[in-house]
């Protein structure tokens, strides 16, 4: 394949059906020697009417093709051209077939050349390429590419997207490309043999220099890229004194040409003093955004820290981590005139271990979806700085990331080679030098539950975005048990238990393993019952997928036949209990200890067998453990029964052991709470002492903002109904304003019933649809939105106030419906029970202040300077009718103007409102 002459084809087709549907449009690009030697494109007569979407979506019109050649007056032409040459296309499986299917249609026979899919083989060796398409691939490596899902543009891009990838292999080092080579063979088409030959090309070669852009070292049998440990030479020097006058600081400012805000000079002021005379732990900081809220309180936290000891930042989303570390340390470093250190710090199993990676190596699972995660971790490991397998696109589900994840301190040291090239390791080195640590809520929440905690007495914690901070704690804090977890961890003991007896052959251990197949199956067996009894008794007749279980469900005591199944299931797992523990008592007296350290099977079996105990531990104690303090609910999902149970009444931000760590804590966000009279912050959290301070917000909202009402009454139970308005909405919108819009969710099964139907729409014009839990990761989304200069975003949840999104293009947001908790979620439930048991209103103590809050947050989306203009949608007029409606009034700025519209004039005003930009 070395002299090969490569053919990259791109088809256009009516649709992608090959009995029915034709193509439209054929294009090939001749590479050879590294080079674009010949380029063909043909329209082509399909012989049929082409379906308006497809022809929104390639530009092509039936007028177009009505004189073009039918596919039999060309197919001798296509034929002779690809005969001798390698097939290249991108998703090569549809168009070789799509093409060979037309062939033999007109009278041909099919073609038998070799094919590589360019698709598999950028998954591999772009790691980190934000999407895999066309379009995506071309602006990852800056590829011009003029005219998507156009037939010759595609191909074209395709052809210098199939350079880079040979540059690329080219590139890797030999002892890298030898082990993608091996592992290449689960891979689809040519591709395997594709690479054995560059492969085998570079050995001949015998070049031994490396050319990979980033400095590389080899270690054992892998390349990695070198480490860079000049962080260790940092020195906290911290010497700036406070300025004191607004003066000073604005020529603090104004010397590194930064933008100053008076509400942020008063709000560095505040936290200076705050800080200083230490009469308070706590601090509530409400900024509006635009006001330059992080720099506000970085500076004074900065100026007052300890040498020693770093600022730690906790934000909401690990998107927010990056943002701080990459926008908001930086001009902290120029105003200051000082280089600081910041270390982002994620849990442990966001990281890659290299000695389980290189074990999955030596005993890899022949799939071939595993396979292109080795093969893209073996690139990627050439590129990484961090180790932190959030830059791959990998699903955490897929056993891959089960077999590669770091474990933190738990991790047991098997062969050292890689231990000093750890990557959690090498975190925690970067963290003993950092002068600011950036994590998120989840993280910190998590520290309660570390068995090393990684804060011990620290002076400073800014909580931002810190109206996220309940909810993630009660995530956190939220102990599901599910029983198909249970039941998968049994089949994967049972799996690794056969894989070893049969490469072991030791009679003891053959022993040991028809014990624990005994207990295994009875697990199985018991587990099956108590999902049975459970469904029965709580969902047969119920339409709900979710039930909260009260006290008289335990007072009244389980039925007969239910405790006896309880029963057993308590005395099996006292004896695997102690099964087990005998069993890894008698393992070092048969030599067999460091054999299972050293094999994935066997440090998988170790594992597996204590996440099963444990997990049949909780679920004992479930059901037969009960305390009025605890809520508990049973949930019903596609993957079987899930158990939930949260302690509400023992809730307290100041029992929590990261909370203890702190000198003094710092809560910052734009909505904490509707004014200063207001305790709904504290009584959240259970903080019984609290500092509060509040700064004037800068926008001028009369000129800058306009809150639509839409006037029609929507059925939101009508679910076909309200997906429908919200499509027609956002179609009226798009159509109005050349900019990018956010669509607000408060359920993420309509907004995939609306992504479905926009794309059925839309995705064949210019305008991309990005859509929560659809088109990838919040964080991809927004790189998608930032790259885009036009784009529909549908977001729920943390797209309320959560993400950072280019508010560059970003002009319109419309709120799909009122934000309020649904009310017959078990947790939300409890949450609410509980507030009636101390005798207060859950509507207007909860439920409320939680939407108000979150309305105002989504109108935080769109203003972020003084010279943005945004406009608001909001499809639900309880706002106006409701009897609530004016204290939800009241969380918006007083001096937004506000219009009641029906849906035909919403277009009309969008135009009006920004056609003086």
Same mark, same amino acid.
């Given at each position: ?25 054929f294009a090939c690009i001749l590479v050879e020697k590294g080079k674009i030697v010949h380029e063909l494109t043909v329209d082509i007569n399909p012989n049929k009417s082409i379906p308006k979407p497809i022809q929104a979506l390639t530009g092509i019109t039936n007028e177009q093709v009505a004189c073009a050649p039918y596919f039999e007056e060309v197919a001798p032409t296509i034929k002779n051209m690809l005969e001798d040459c390698v097939f290249v296309a991108h998703n090569a499986y549809f168009d070789f077939s799509f093409l060979n299917s037309e062939l033999e249609r007109s009278g041909f026979s099919p073609l038998t050349v070799s094919v590589l899919d360019t698709v598999e083989l950028a998954q591999v060796f772009f790691p980190i390429s934000p999407g895999y ?237 595993? $396979?292109? =995660?080795? &093969?893209?971790?073996?690139?990627? /490991?050439? %590129? @990484?700085? *961090?180790?932190? #397998? ?95 977890? $249970?039941? =998968?961890? &049994?089949?994967?003991?049972?799996? /690794?238990? %056969? @894989?070893? *007896?049969?490469? #072991? ?87 067999l200890s460091d054999w299972l350290k050293t094999s994935v099977h066997g440090m998988e079996f170790e594992l597996d067998n204590e996440r099963l105990l444990m997990e049949l531990t909780n679920l004992r104690h479930y059901f037969m453990d009960y305390s009025r303090d605890a809520v508990k609910w049973l949930t019903l999902t596609s993957r079987g029964l899930v158990l939930a149970s949260f302690n509400f009444r023992e809730f307290s931000l100041e029992k929590m052991r990261w909370y203890q760590s702190f000198q003094q804590i710092l809560y910052t966000g734009g909505t904490l709470q509707l004014d200063s009279d207001s305790n709904y912050f504290e009584k959240q959290l259970g903080l019984t002492k609290l500092e509060k301070y509040q700064t004037q917000d800068y ?219």
């Amino acid at each position: 394949m070395r002299d090969s002459v490569f053919a990259v084809v791109d088809l256009e087709t009516t649709g992608t059906n090959l009995m029915n549907d034709k193509i439209i449009q054929f294009a090939c690009i001749l590479v050879e020697k590294g080079k674009i030697v010949h380029e063909l494109t043909v329209d082509i007569n399909p012989n049929k009417s082409i379906p308006k979407p497809i022809q929104a979506l390639t530009g092509i019109t039936n007028e177009q093709v009505a004189c073009a050649p039918y596919f039999e007056e060309v197919a001798p032409t296509i034929k002779n051209m690809l005969e001798d040459c390698v097939f290249v296309a991108h998703n090569a499986y549809f168009d070789f077939s799509f093409l060979n299917s037309e062939l033999e249609r007109s009278g041909f026979s099919p073609l038998t050349v070799s094919v590589l899919d360019t698709v598999e083989l950028a998954q591999v060796f772009f790691p980190i390429s934000p999407g895999y398409r066309v379009k995506d691939l071309a602006n990852y490596l800056a590829i011009e590419h003029l005219n998507p899902h156009e037939a010759l543009s595609d191909a074209i891009a395709t052809s210098h997207i199939f350079l880079k990838i040979i540059e690329r292999i080219q590139q890797v080092p030999l002892i890298t490309l030898k082990k993608i080579v091996e592992l290449s063979t689960q891979l689809g088409v040519e591709n395997s043999s594709f690479l054995n030959k560059m492969y085998q090309q570079r050995k001949e070669q015998r070049l031994t220099k490396l050319t990979y852009p980033f400095p590389i070292e080899i270690i054992g049998e892998m390349a990695l890229r070198k480490k860079d440990f000049h962080f260790l030479e940092h020195y906290s020097t911290l010497s700036s004194r406070f300025p004191e006058t607004d003066e000073a600081k604005e020529e603090l400012f104004k010397t590194k040409k930064l933008q100053v805000r008076k509400p942020q000079l008063e709000m560095m002021d505040h936290i200076n003093r705050f800080l200083i005379e230490k009469s308070n732990k706590n601090l509530l900081v409400e900024v509006p955004t635009g006001v330059g809220k992080s720099l506000g309180y970085l500076l004074p936290l900065l100026m007052n820290k300890t040498v020693a000891e770093p600022v730690v930042v906790s934000t909401s989303t690990l998107v927010l981590q990056k943002q701080f570390l990459s926008e908001t340390l930086p001009m902290a470093e120029k105003i200051l005139n000082q280089s600081l250190y910041g270390v982002i710090l994620k849990s442990h199993h966001h990281y890659i271990d290299l000695e389980k990676f290189v074990l999955t190596l030596e005993q890899p699972v022949l799939q071939k979806q595993y $396979a292109i =995660y080795q &093969i893209a971790c073996l690139v990627w /490991l050439l %590129e @990484t700085t *961090t180790g932190d #397998l959030d830059e791959l696109t990998i699903n955490k589900n897929h056993l891959f990331y089960t077999h590669v994840s770091h474990e933190g301190e738990r991790q047991k040291v098997r062969k050292g080679t890689y231990l000093e090239h750890d990557f959690w390791r090498y975190l925690m080195k970067k963290k003993e030098v950092a002068d600011v640590l950036i994590v998120n809520h989840a993280f910190l929440c998590e520290e309660d539950f570390r068995q090393k905690p990684q804060f011990i007495t620290m002076d400073y914690l800014v909580i931002d975005e810190a109206h996220k901070l309940r909810d993630t704690i009660e995530k956190t804090a939220t102990q599901r048990i599910r029983l198909s977890q $249970a039941n =998968y961890l &049994i089949k994967t003991i049972r799996d /690794l238990a %056969e @894989t070893l *007896t049969e490469t #072991l052959e030791h009679s003891w251990w053959t022993e040991q393993m028809r014990y624990q197949t005994i207990f295994l199956s009875e697990f199985k067996e018991l587990i099956e019952e108590i999902e049975g009894f459970v469904k029965t008794v709580y969902f047969s007749k119920r339409a709900t997928s979710e039930y909260l279980l009260s006290i008289d469900d335990f007072s009244e005591g389980w039925p007969i036949e239910f405790k006896k199944i309880l029963n057993k299931f308590k005395i099996n797992l006292l004896e695997y209990e102690q099964w087990f523990k005998t069993f890894q008592r008698q393992l070092p007296n048969y030599h067999l200890s460091d054999w299972l350290k050293t094999s994935v099977h066997g440090m998988e079996f170790e594992l597996d067998n204590e996440r099963l105990l444990m997990e049949l531990t909780n679920l004992r104690h479930y059901f037969m453990d009960y305390s009025r303090d605890a809520v508990k609910w049973l949930t019903l999902t596609s993957r079987g029964l899930v158990l939930a149970s949260f302690n509400f009444r023992e809730f307290s931000l100041e029992k929590m052991r990261w909370y203890q760590s702190f000198q003094q804590i710092l809560y910052t966000g734009g909505t904490l709470q509707l004014d200063s009279d207001s305790n709904y912050f504290e009584k959240q959290l259970g903080l019984t002492k609290l500092e509060k301070y509040q700064t004037q917000d800068y926008f001028d909202y009369g000129k800058q903002a306009e809150l639509i009402v839409l006037d029609e009454k929507i059925d939101f139970g009508n679910e076909k109904e309200f997906v429908t308005q919200i499509t027609k909405t956002v179609e009226a919108a798009y159509t109005a304003l050349d900019d990018s819009i956010l669509v607000l969710f408060t359920s993420h099964d309509i907004l995939k019933k609306v992504y479905y139907r926009l794309s059925s729409l839309l995705d064949f014009s210019d305008i991309e649809v990005l859509a929560q839990g659809m088109t990838g990761t919040n964080e991809k989304i927004v790189k998608k939105a930032t790259q885009n200069d036009r784009c529909i975003i549908l977001g729920a949840a943390s797209f309320w106030d959560g993400i950072e999104l280019p508010n560059k293009h970003l002009k319109l947001l419309i709120v799909t419906k009122l934000p309020f908790d649904p009310p017959q979620r078990p947790l939300v439930k409890a949450r609410y029970d509980y507030l009636e048991s101390l005798n207060k209103n859950p509507f207007y103590e909860e439920a409320l202040p939680q939407a108000g809050m979150r309305l105002r947050q989504g109108l935080g989306r769109l203003l972020r300077k003084d010279t943005d203009r945004g406009l608001m949608i909001l499809m639900d007029r309880r706002i106006i009718d409701a009897k609530y409606g004016q204290a939800l009034q009241n969380y918006l700025p007083k001096e937004i103007p506000m219009k009641v519209l029906k849906p035909d004039n919403i277009a009309t005003e969008i135009k009006d409102f920004y056609k003086n930009e």
